[in-house]
C-alpha cells in the first residue's frame, strides 16, 4: 500500500510525505500556468522536462498534473485534430477532488493510467542506485495494457538524473514515438546533463525558488510546523528557497551549526581554535553519519555567500546572527570575492575526498577550518 512506511519509495525524500501526498503547490503559480495555458489552449505537448534545483517541488508537480490528467480525460475520443488535440473545458487549476475515483486509486498506487519510472530494487533486494534498463522496459506493457475507459496515460520519471545510458535510449525512443493520449512529466535536477534528443523533445517547466512565506505554507504542509520571522529568512538562504533542501536542514540542525559556522569565520584571519576543535568533533561524530557532509555543505554555503557579498558589494540578508559584519570585514572588493570562491570549491572538495578514501573526518574537518585560515591571510588589502 501507499502508506506502507517499509515500501521501498526512491522518489520520498527523507522526513517529508510522498510528492503524490501535497494537497498543494506553493510558489511555481508560473510553472503551473504554462501547462494550463497549453491545456487550454488544445496543445498539451507529450512530453514535459521539470527542471530546477532538487528539491524544490518538481516531483510535486509532476504528481499534481498527472492526478489532474487522469482524472479529467480529453474531451474527445476523436483524435487529434488539425493542431492537436481537441480542446478541453478551460480549466484555471490543477485542484483535483481528493475522493475523485482516479485520484483515490493513484494515492493507493493502482491507477493503471499512470506509470512510474524510478530506481527499484537490485536481485539482492537492495535499493539499486540507477534506474536500469530493466525498469525502463516496464513501459512497454504498460503502454500494451488498453484502458477500459480510455483517457490519458501518464509517464513520471523521478528522476531522469539517475538514468542509466541504456534506460535513457529506451526512454528516448518512447519519445520519438509517442502512444496516442500519453503524456510524459520528466523530473531533471541537472537537464544539461540529459541526453539533448531527449531534451529537444520535451517542453521545458522551469520551478524556481520559493521565497519565505511560500516556503513557511510549504514546511507547514510537509511537516506540520515551520519556523517564523528572522528563522525562516534564514531557512531560506541556506536552502536557496527549496523545501526538500529546507526539511533536511531542519532535521540535521542545519541553520544552527551554521550560525556557529559564521562564528568560527567571524574569527578570521585569527581561528577559534576551540570552536574549531569542537566543530570538527562534532562532524565527525559517527552517531550521525550526515554530520560530516552537513558541516562541509554548509562551510561551502558560507563561502559562497561571502564571495556573493564580494562580487556583487551589496549586503545579503543574514542566515545567522553577525553574518553581515563578517561579510563586510572578510569580502570588502571582488579580488577577496575570487579568493573566497575558489577556497569553497577547493576546500570542500578535498574534504570530501579524503572522506571517500577514510581519512580521519575529524582531521579532515579541521583542515578544511585551517584552509579558511590560510585563504583570510592571503587576502589582498
Given at each position: 500500500m501507499a502508506d506502507?512506511?517499509?515500501?521501498?519509495?526512491?522518489?520520498?525524500?527523507?522526513?517529508?510525505?510522498?510528492?503524490?501526498?501535497?494537497?498543494?503547490?506553493?510558489?511555481?503559480?508560473?510553472?503551473?500556468?504554462?501547462?494550463?495555458?497549453?491545456?487550454?489552449?488544445?496543445?498539451?505537448?507529450?512530453?514535459?522536462?521539470?527542471?530546477?534545483?532538487?528539491?524544490?517541488?518538481?516531483?510535486?508537480?509532476?504528481?499534481?498534473?498527472?492526478?489532474?490528467?487522469?482524472?479529467?480525460?480529453?474531451?474527445?475520443?476523436?483524435?487529434?485534430?488539425?493542431?492537436?488535440?481537441?480542446?478541453?473545458?478551460?480549466?484555471?487549476?490543477?485542484?483535483?477532488?481528493?475522493?475523485?475515483?482516479?485520484?483515490?486509486?493513484?494515492?493507493?498506487?493502482?491507477?493503471?493510467?499512470?506509470?512510474?519510472?524510478?530506481?527499484?530494487?537490485?536481485?539482492?533486494?537492495?535499493?539499486?542506485?540507477?534506474?536500469?534498463?530493466?525498469?525502463a522496459r516496464k513501459l512497454r506493457g504498460f503502454f500494451a495494457l488498453s484502458l477500459p475507459d480510455g483517457g490519458r496515460r501518464v509517464v513520471i520519471v523521478d528522476s531522469a538524473d539517475e538514468m542509466s545510458p541504456q534506460a535513457a535510449n529506451a526512454l528516448l525512443k518512447s519519445l520519438e514515438e509517442p502512444p496516442r493520449d500519453t503524456v510524459f512529466l520528466i523530473v531533471?535536477?541537472?537537464?544539461?546533463?540529459?541526453?539533448?534528443?531527449?531534451?529537444?523533445?520535451?517542453?521545458?517547466?522551469?520551478?524556481?525558488?520559493?521565497?519565505a512565506d511560500d516556503l513557511g505554507q510549504a514546511l507547514a504542509q510537509a511537516t506540520g510546523s515551520a519556523p517564523e520571522g528572522a528563522a525562516l529568512d534564514a531557512l531560506t538562504a541556506l536552502s536557496d528557497g527549496s523545501p526538500g533542501a529546507a526539511i533536511t536542514l531542519m532535521e540535521a540542525g542545519g541553520p544552527a551549526l551554521y550560525a556557529r559556522l559564521v562564528g568560527l569565520m567571524a574569527s578570521l584571519p585569527g581561528l577559534d581554535r576551540a570552536l574549531a576543535l569542537q566543530l570538527a568533533a562534532a562532524g565527525a561524530d559517527r552517531r550521525t553519519p550526515a554530520a560530516f557532509e552537513m558541516t562541509v555543505q554548509l562551510t561551502q554555503t558560507a563561502l559562497a555567500r561571502l564571495a556573493r557579498h564580494g562580487a556583487t558589494g551589496q549586503p545579503l540578508p543574514e542566515a545567522a546572527e553577525g553574518e553581515a559584519a563578517m561579510h563586510a570585514r572578510l569580502a570588502p572588493h571582488p579580488q577577496?570575492?575570487?579568493?573566497?570562491?575558489?577556497?569553497?570549491?577547493?576546500?570542500?572538495?578535498?574534504?570530501?575526498?579524503?572522506?571517500?578514501?577514510?581519512?580521519?573526518?575529524?582531521?579532515?574537518?579541521?583542515?578544511?577550518?585551517?584552509?579558511?585560515?590560510?585563504?583570510?591571510?592571503?587576502?589582498?588589502a
Open positions: 506502507d512506511p517499509e515500501l521501498f519509495e526512491p522518489d520520498r525524500r527523507a522526513g517529508a510525505p510522498h510528492p503524490r501526498s501535497a494537497l498543494r503547490l506553493f510558489g511555481q503559480e508560473a510553472a503551473e500556468a504554462s501547462l494550463r495555458d497549453a491545456l487550454n489552449a488544445g496543445r498539451l505537448h507529450h512530453a514535459w522536462l521539470l527542471t530546477g534545483p532538487q528539491g524544490i517541488g518538481k516531483a510535486t508537480l509532476a504528481w499534481r498534473i498527472a492526478k489532474y490528467l487522469v482524472a479529467n480525460p480529453p474531451a474527445s475520443d476523436d483524435g487529434p485534430g488539425l493542431f492537436g488535440e481537441a480542446p478541453a473545458p478551460r480549466t484555471d487549476t490543477l485542484d483535483t477532488d481528493p475522493d475523485h475515483p482516479a485520484v483515490q486509486r493513484i494515492m493507493a498506487e493502482g491507477e493503471k493510467a499512470l506509470f512510474v519510472l524510478r530506481r527499484g530494487l537490485t536481485d539482492q533486494g537492495r535499493p539499486a542506485t540507477r534506474i536500469g534498463i530493466d525498469e531533471c535536477h541537472q537537464p544539461a546533463r540529459l541526453l539533448p534528443t531527449i531534451r529537444s523533445r520535451c517542453r521545458v517547466l522551469r520551478l524556481a525558488p520559493l521565497g577577496a570575492a575570487r579568493a573566497w570562491a575558489e577556497a569553497a570549491g577547493h576546500l570542500a572538495a578535498t574534504a570530501r575526498r579524503g572522506q571517500a578514501v577514510n581519512l580521519d573526518p575529524s582531521t579532515l574537518l579541521l583542515d578544511m577550518f585551517h584552509g579558511l585560515q590560510t585563504t583570510a591571510r592571503s587576502l589582498p
